[in-house]
């Protein structure tokens, strides 16, 4: 996550960004996206951002989100890494509902 997130920030900002995504980041847009409910009820804050790390690479792995992609919704959202993260967290889960739904 920390390259797409350095990649992403350093294309919105025109300027090259070594940076870490945050544990709180990924928790608090796990929370935003509605998601944290399907953890269990005392998960860490480490733990949450293993689980945005775990699906987005699950997402990767199975062609629902490209790297290009993944970076270019954290490039649109410069100011809210957050909200970035909230945006590429419901898209790869709303891809896996979709898959769920067609294979049904």
């Known amino acids: 996550m920390n390259f797409v997130f350095s990649l992403g920030?350093?294309?919105a900002l025109r300027e090259p960004q070594g940076i870490k995504?945050?544990?709180?980041?990924?928790?608090?847009?796990?929370?935003?996206s509605?998601?944290?409910q399907e953890l269990p009820r005392r998960t860490t804050r480490q733990d949450c951002a293993n689980a945005v790390e775990a699906l987005l690479v699950f997402g990767y792995l199975n062609?629902?989100?490209?790297?290009?992609?993944?970076?270019d919704r954290i490039?649109?959202?410069?100011?809210?890494?957050?909200?970035?993260?909230?945006?590429?967290?419901?898209?790869?889960a709303e891809k896996i509902e979709d898959?769920?739904?067609?294979s049904a």
């Open 99 to 102: 898959g769920k739904s067609n």
């Open 34 to 36: 509605g998601l944290r």
């Open 75 to 92: 490039a649109a959202s410069p100011d809210s890494p957050v909200d970035a993260f909230v945006s590429l967290i419901r898209s790869v």
């Open 21 to 32: 995504v945050s544990d709180r980041i990924l928790a608090e847009a796990l929370r935003r």
């Open 9 to 11: 920030r350093s294309r």
């Open 63 to 71: 062609k629902l989100v490209t790297l290009e992609e993944a970076v």
